[in-house]
């Protein structure tokens, strides 16, 4: 499978971006040269080789949920440059 100057052109399209016809030429080029390697590691044997998500044996990075101390609504807002009762007074965005 060989990326066309049509191909670039499409995902230039749809990504908004415009190229140069040098710069269109360079990137089919660089493309297939990126698709002919990971046709190369196509030829790797992995049978017995599981599936990773990650380099590290990792199994579990998530720490435990716990109920912890929370700051009061003073403390939060003691240092927000402007407030109306107990909120954060932002400007207004939408008219």
Same mark, same amino acid.
């Given at each position: 499978m060989a990326v066309t100057l049509d191909d670039v052109r499409k =995902? $230039?399209?749809?990504?908004r971006l415009s190229f140069? $016809? #040098?710069e269109e030429k360079r990137l089919v080029?660089?493309?297939?040269r990126i698709l002919s390697f990971m046709e190369k590691l196509n #030829?790797?044997?992995t #049978?017995? =080789?599981?599936?990773t998500s990650h380099v590290l044996p990792i199994s579990n990075v998530f720490r #435990?949920?716990? =109920? =912890?101390?929370?700051?009061?609504?003073?403390e939060l807002l003691a240092n927000a440059p402007s407030r109306r009762g107990g909120y954060f007074r932002v400007p207004k965005v939408i008219e």
């Open positions: =995902v $230039a399209y749809l990504s140069s $016809a #040098e080029d660089e493309l297939n #030829e790797l044997n #049978e017995g =080789v599981s599936p #435990e949920d716990g =109920v =912890v101390p929370s700051l009061s609504q003073d």
